[in-house]
């Protein structure tokens, strides 16, 4: 909850970050050395955390980065042929 949140925001949010693609689904790739928490939550879990990236990215003021983001996952007409990223995000694609 509010640990993920702070570092999401810490790393994604805060200070001159630039955002890049690699940069933004690293987080979701933790190694388990690093962050274990975060490889044992399940998928529902992991879209609230990308729904919180987007929306802090909003923002932070990274509009066209998050429009892209968006932009690709409704580009894709079924989740079996999502990304995993794309996966992420599509629950929050009518929200947003």
Known sequence: GMFAHQVIHEKYV???FHLGTEDLWEFFRVK??????????GRNTRSKLQSVVFCNLREA????KANELRT?????????????????????QEAI
Not at 32 to 41: V, W
Not at 61 to 64: E, F, L, N, R, V
Request: hydrophobic residues 35%.
């Open 61 to 64: 003021g990274y509009i066209s």
């Open 32 to 41: 388990s050395d690093e962050m274990p928490e975060l490889n044992d939550i």
């Open 14 to 16: 805060t200070k001159d």
């Open 72 to 92: 690709a996952a409704l580009s894709r007409r079924t989740l079996a042929h999502m990304t995993f990223e794309e996966q992420c995000f599509f629950p929050y």
